[in-house]
């Protein structure tokens, strides 16, 4: 099978969105189909491309088998809405007029959202080559840029992307998500139960694995001996740092106690800001780091932080860097209700609290603290639930065989 997948995001980006495609893509290649991906010169979070791809229009590149379709985008830095919507609708733009004439015809078109305009261009990939339209979901926009109080549900521009999403669901041939809960949101607003599949994220157990926590990151940090909890990922709006920061403050009398920030985004300068004029000297801001740097940042931490604000639509979603953290056997202490947090407690590799709960963050902190035997205990239990649970070869296959149906069918 000839598979075409549109995503924004790829690495030597970090993050999730990349890894998931690039995982995915590789498993497939392995399995003996032709995989296509069609995305943006590399610049997320910072904006900024790398001296290799700067000032070119498309640059094709095969890593592991998987050909690679890179075409022009407005740079832009995960910050500023007006900045970042030009990147978005540039990567749209210039994939459907520009790095569609430089792939090969497809027997099934896939397209990743967020954002949108990457489903836009992947429905137009496919009807310009008469093939099916897969949509997969990760995100549900534009509820998310509600829920976070980016704008309001009557705003004229939320009116839009929820018409354009609608059409983008109808015009799928099948919709895959992340979660149960997005198919059921789904089924909710009238799309039919067959038309959706739930193919969640997982973690490469290979690339992924158990490591002595004395990294050299820790030397660097001149942290040995210290017990380090970590946030790593987006710092956005919707991520509730400033909840940890408050702990952080709560608990600086705590010498045996760090806290390490690894990751960019639209909060992150303010978030720094914050801990310089405040003093809360117990942390530490590192920015953005390279994907292959993750292992080491996971096995230098004691105790991952994984936080999402509190609000309902947030219930329905899963952060998949859950999964890289417990095939680490690392435990987690999870302020994110619903599907998250019950596949963290059915693990038996964390501890939830609810979301900005700063009182019980704090507490259930200081458990982990003062007995680190029984983090330890959690980690390998949460890497033993990955293993036959999350296995993203595994996952990988079930999507296959969802795609495959849908050709068949066609």
């Known amino acids: 099978m000839r598979i075409l997948f549109l995503s924004q995001y790829f690495p030597p980006e970090p993050g999730a969105p990349a890894a998931r495609v690039s995982e995915l893509a590789r498993a497939w290649v392995r399995a003996g189909h032709e995989v296509t991906v069609l995305t943006a010169m590399p610049n997320h979070p910072t904006g900024v491309i790398p001296p290799e791809y700067r000032g070119r229009a498309l640059v094709r590149e095969r890593v592991d088998g998987v050909d690679i379709v890179r075409t022009w985008i407005y740079a832009a830095a995960n910050r500023g809405r007006v900045r970042r919507s030009l990147g978005y609708a540039s990567y749209a733009l210039s994939s459907i007029f520009w790095g569609q004439l430089h792939t090969h015809t497809p027997d099934v078109v896939l397209a990743t959202s967020p954002q949108l305009l990457c489903g836009v261009a992947g429905r137009t990939a496919a009807a310009a080559h008469g093939v099916p339209f897969v949509f997969e979901v990760r995100d549900l926009w534009p509820e998310s840029i509600v829920a976070v109080g980016a704008l309001a549900a009557n705003h004229p521009l939320i009116r839009a992307l929820t018409l354009l999403e609608e059409s983008l669901y109808d015009a799928a041939r099948a919709i895959v998500v992340v979660t149960d809960s997005f198919r059921s949101r789904l089924l909710e607003r009238g799309q039919p139960d067959s038309k959706i599949h739930v193919v969640k994220n997982g973690v490469d157990l290979g690339r992924f694995s158990p490591s002595p926590r004395e990294t050299p990151l820790r030397a660097q940090l001149g942290w040995e001996g210290k017990f ?73 931490l004691d105790l991952a932080l994984v936080t999402l604000r509190k609000t309902e639509l947030f219930t329905t979603v899963i952060p998949s860097k859950i999964f890289e953290i417990a095939a ?48 330890q205990r959690m980690g390998h239990a949460s890497r033993a639930f990955v293993t036959r649970e999350f296995d993203r070869e595994a996952l990988a296959r079930r999507y296959i065989d969802v795609l495959s149906r849908i050709v068949a069918s066609s």
């Open 328 to 375: 680490m056997a690392r435990p987690i202490l999870i302020s994110v209700d619903g599907e998250a947090r019950k596949i963290v407690e059915a693990s038996g590799g964390g501890e939830f609290v609810a979301p900005e709960d700063v009182d019980a963050m704090s507490a259930a902190l200081l458990h982990f603290v003062n007995d680190p035997k029984r983090g």
């Open 228 to 300: 380090v909890a970590g946030y790593v990922g987006t710092h956005g709006m919707a991520h509730a740092l400033d909840a940890v920061l408050d702990m952080a403050k709560r608990l600086a009398n705590r010498d045996d106690l760090r806290f390490l920030f690894v990751g960019e985004g639209a909060e992150r300068a303010r978030l720094e800001r914050r801990a310089h004029e405040e003093g809360i000297h117990n942390t530490r801001f590192l920015g953005s780091l390279p994907r292959e740097r993750m292992n080491e940042v996971y096995a230098t």
